[in-house]
């Protein structure tokens, strides 16, 4: 046996070496927690704590729970996923995840339980604060370098939910009932992407089923994709009471059961293993991956000291880059640090800054906006009236009353909109996207009595804004920004950061808009994916729906001009290089996306898809080049008759935009195509065959007296006999107009054999 002090023996040493030596009930008590958030302690492999974590540690020193309920240490809160993505910086998301390791280091944690990267499918799903974006390019980069970022520093992830997670309603039963393209090209992309590029040390799976299996129990999920098409070599770990049946969990290639104690589970293991009902072997690799869990995490260190001022202060830049410059009409914004200035709403004086759950932080210190503001102020005046109560107490009209005086004696107003923890948050979906309606009375009459009225919002998920939009000349989405928001906030207004935040979601003007509506949250324990890979931008671009605020959009205190665009195709994907021109007269930062289509595609596309982003800082009046690498990946599509990714051949247009709704540029380049040739057979039909130049020669020959028939036939019934043949099967064309026998099929079939066998052109 190797043994466990061995610092020159690798984790998967150390791991094969342990389980070797173990008996059988011991290496099944392996795929079973210890208690809340530890793994057992067996011989040769040291028990992992675990802790929940996308934005901040939540470690709970006491009693363990996974709603949020019970009290955890103080730790960095930082901006959480739905604030994140909005900055579009992958460096900003692996320096986080940096900080995340320290600060589980200094707890004693192995494993943080994140981040999580499930597609925000529909606005109202309560825990899309914990998520990145709607798209999975965007989503899959900042997460491979959140990845990166932690375990770099000894620490791992646990990727999650896996899969199809995009509801909270009836979450422990509900069937995400998806297609094939749509599966692979939208909601399991983003996992490819990290598990490929980042490997994570776990990946946790989800309590829905997929296509009516329990995620936990899904053998094609977690064996066939996850490892054998991925090559993920780590542990898969059941989301807390996410497994029904540990047998056929293990057997599906779950490796640990999640929370403890799970003693019946694992002697339930044993007695099927003994019945020969469980092979012995899928136990083995569930040791196997939690011991090498256990041996990556030895090098835990209590004794690592956490700077908690440099936290706050990265948690701060973080929160400022994510913050997004919806609307800036006249330059209301930046603030002048003069003259008076009215603050409006209570989230000023009682930030929303992070949503509720497993997730939930207790945070080190929170930026309060209202101090913030005022500590920026300079000399202006700067007053203060609540305007309304988050949960619906005190009197609304006085205190609208009172609001209103305020912004009419003011130069300014700011108002903090936005919904409170109890209206958003793990467990439950929203209904709608509307903010309260005492909110949007109070915005209407400030905004009546001061026309100068800046909006700052704070939610976790997506709000109809036409009434905000209506009568504010300039709104800031914070989104939630983590601990640190309030600075960040006051550092935007008054200009010390320039906004270069960009929307990871659209805004739509209703919720009617959006793809998934209609089959969203689902009924009676199931949920129709009936938009398939129109969702999001994609699916508002399909049909053409007008938005509030596109995808990717973002202002600046500065402009950008695009002078150029140059596109280079290898065997790697397209290289891209696109001349930006800071016009205005502040530094600055500009986020250039790109956007491919594929006129004439041979298959159905959404309008446009996000392929690369890239970013650049100017000087005003300074010039750059962005380069952005499309890899040939991004550019694939699954196509689902040959189960697998096929990079259409064509002459592609990409679009250098400042969102997906603003394309700036516009050029094509040719790139070579995959073989995506689908075998013929007898149930391939005339037109598909007439189509390849040498079936066309060999079968045209060889029915040409039938066809003529069928011509013929055609002209007397009025009808395009040859049109309509095309889609019938060139089998079932011999059996109902030739009367073919079994010799007969058998010799066409043949036949096609051979010209499968000849390369194709097409």
């Known amino acids: 046996m190797t043994d466990i002090h061995d610092t020159t023996a690798t984790p998967e040493e150390l791991a094969a070496s342990a389980v070797e030596a173990l008996d059988l009930a011991d290496r099944a008590a392996l795929g079973g927690g210890a208690s809340f958030w530890r793994t057992k302690d067996v011989p040769g492999v040291p028990s992992v704590t675990m802790s929940d974590g996308p934005h901040g540690v939540r470690y709970q020193a006491a009693a363990g729970d996974h709603l949020g309920v019970g009290a955890s240490d103080p730790a960095t809160c930082f901006p959480p996923a739905v604030g ?33 990267i499930n597609i925000k499918r529909d606005p109202r799903c309560g825990r899309n604060f914990e998520y990145f974006s709607e798209d999975p390019l965007l989503t899959g980069v900042l997460a491979t370098e959140w990845v990166r970022g932690l375990q770099a520093r000894g620490v791992g992830a646990s990727l999650k939910h896996f899969a199809a997670n995009n509801a909270e309603h009836d979450r422990m039963r509900a069937s995400s009932d998806v297609d094939d393209r749509p599966l692979r090209e939208i909601y399991l992309r983003a996992f490819e992407r990290v598990v490929r590029d980042a490997a994570p040390w776990t990946v946790m799976c989800s309590y829905n089923r997929v296509n009516g299996v329990l995620a936990s129990q899904n053998h094609w999920l977690l064996t066939q994709v996850l490892r054998e098409e991925w090559g993920f ?146 000399d202006a005046d700067v007053s203060f009236a609540p305007g309304f109560t988050t949960d619906g107490t005190g009197d609304a009209d006085a205190l609208r009353a009172e609001a209103v005086e305020a912004a009419s004696a003011a130069d300014v107003a700011v108002v903090f909109l936005g919904l409170a923890a109890s209206q958003e948050s793990e467990g439950f979906d929203r209904e709608h996207i509307e903010l309260p309606d005492e909110q949007v009375a109070l915005l209407e009459a400030v905004a009546s009595a001061q026309p100068r009225t800046v909006v700052v919002l704070s939610a976790g998920g997506v709000l109809r804004l036409a009434p905000v939009d209506a009568v504010a ?24 950061v320039n906004p270069s935040g960009r929307l990871a979601e659209t805004m739509p003007l209703r919720i009617e808009d959006a793809p998934s509506f209609g089959n969203f949250p689902g009924e009676h324990s199931r949920v129709r994916y009936g938009e398939g890979i129109h969702v999001g931008y994609r699916g508002y671009d399909l049909r053409a729906r007008d938005v509030l605020y596109a995808f990717g959009h973002g202002l600046s205190y500065t402009t950008f001009a695009y002078d150029g665009i140059a596109l280079e195709a290898d065997a790697e994907g397209v290289r891209a290089r696109v001349e930006v021109r800071n016009t205005g007269d502040r530094a600055g930062r500009e986020i250039v996306q790109l956007y491919a289509s594929l006129p004439g595609s041979s298959i159905t596309r959404a309008p446009r898809e996000l392929v690369g982003f890239g970013s650049i800082d100017l000087a005003a009046g300074e010039q750059g080049t962005v380069e952005i690498r499309v890899e040939r990946r991004d550019l694939a599509y699954w196509d689902d008759r040959l189960d697998r990714w096929i990079v259409e051949g064509g002459t592609y247009r990409i679009a250098a935009a400042a969102s997906s709704r603003d394309l700036r540029l516009e050029a094509d380049v040719e790139v070579g195509g995959d073989d995506a040739a689908v075998p013929f057979d007898l149930e391939s039909t005339i037109g598909e065959l007439m189509a390849h130049p040498v079936a066309a020669q060999v079968i045209g020959a060889a029915f040409a007296p039938v066809m003529e028939q069928f011509d013929a036939g055609g002209d007397a019934l009025g009808m395009d006999m040859a049109r309509m043949m095309a889609s019938v099967p060139i089998g079932r064309a011999m059996k109902s107009f030739g009367g073919a026998d079994p010799a007969a099929l058998a010799q066409v079939q043949a036949m096609l054999d051979g010209i499968n066998a000849t390369p194709r052109n097409d």
Not at 95 to 116: I, K, N, S, T
Not at 338 to 366: D, L, M
Request: charged content about 20%; hydrophobic content about 50%; aromatic content about 2%.
């Open 84 to 116: 994140l993505a909005q900055s579009w910086d992958p460096e900003l998301a692996g320096r986080v995840g940096a900080a995340l390791a320290d600060e589980a280091q200094a707890a004693g944690l192995g494993v943080l339980l994140g981040p999580g």
């Open 233 to 378: 070599e780590g542990a898969v770990v059941s989301d807390w009471g996410a497994v029904a049946d540990r047998v056929a969990a293990v057997a599906a290639g779950l490796d640990l059961q999640m929370p403890g104690d799970t003693a019946a589970d694992d002697a339930q293991v044993v007695a099927a293993v003994e019945a020969g009902e469980l092979a012995v072997a899928a136990v083995d690799r569930a040791a196997r991956a939690v011991a090498r869990v256990s041996h990556l995490a030895r090098t835990t260190r209590r004794d690592v000291v956490v700077d908690v001022d440099a936290h706050h202060a990265l948690a701060r830049e973080a929160a400022g880059r994510s913050t997004v410059l919806l609307k800036n009409e006249g330059g209301l914004l930046p603030l002048a640090p003069s003259g008076t200035i009215a603050v409006v709403g209570a989230f000023a004086s009682e930030p929303r800054y992070q949503g509720g759950g497993s997730s939930h932080v207790s945070p080190t210190r929170v930026d309060v906006p209202i101090d913030e503001i005022r500590s920026l102020a300079g």
């Open 473 to 496: 000349p300039a709104i800031l989405s914070g989104s939630l920004l983590g601990q640190a928001g309030g600075g960040a906030i006051a550092d935007v207004l008054f200009g010390h």
